[in-house]
């Protein structure tokens, strides 16, 4: 009765997780496709503050991301100590037979490669955009000081 429970737990952190890093990447692409929208034209007042706070959004989905980032690197260690710490107290105190436990740690393998390995390279992923608006910044002050129809030279 437990495994059927803990394989709809595990699906359900499965979905969740996913669905909260994909849908960060949409918004960041949405963010990123409005921002080279409004540093490709003249900017008013309006816009500037439009793409200050752009940046300012996706400065803020790059810092959620690394602090998510801990969260998930802190259960993986959590997850791998607990792994060590069963196959110690099986050797102690003779808990499991061979077999449970190498079913125990298939299961705690299994969770950590299929959670939060792919969860902690898609937070990476998210976080490394933190830059992205000095980038931001510095192509539009490059924009600023060029005259129409200057060349760059390179």
Do not use: C, H
């Not at 709809?8 to 909260?20: D, E, N, P, Q, T």
């Not at 008013?44 to 200050?52: A, G, I, R």
């Not at 989905?61 to 993986?76: C, D």
């Amino acid at each position: 009765m437990i495994v059927p429970i803990f394989l709809i737990l595990i699906s359900l952190l499965f979905l969740i997780m996913w669905g909260w890093i994909i849908s960060i990447f949409i918004e960041n692409f949405r963010i990123k496709r409005k921002i080279e929208e409004l540093i490709n034209q003249p900017l008013t007042v309006e816009q500037k503050e439009e793409l200050d706070n752009l940046q300012l959004d996706l400065d803020t989905n790059a810092y959620r991301a690394k602090n998510a980032k801990r969260v998930v690197l802190w259960f993986g260690v959590i997850y791998v100590a607990a792994a060590v710490a069963l196959v110690w107290f099986n050797s102690k105190y003779s808990f499991f037979t061979y077999e449970g436990l190498l079913s125990n740690l298939k299961l705690t393998m299994l969770i950590i490669i299929l959670f939060f390995t792919p969860g902690y390279i898609g937070l990476e992923v998210i976080s490394n955009t933190e830059g992205a608006s000095g980038d931001i910044a510095s192509r539009l002050k490059l924009r600023e000081e060029l005259k129409p129809g200057e060349e760059v030279e390179v």
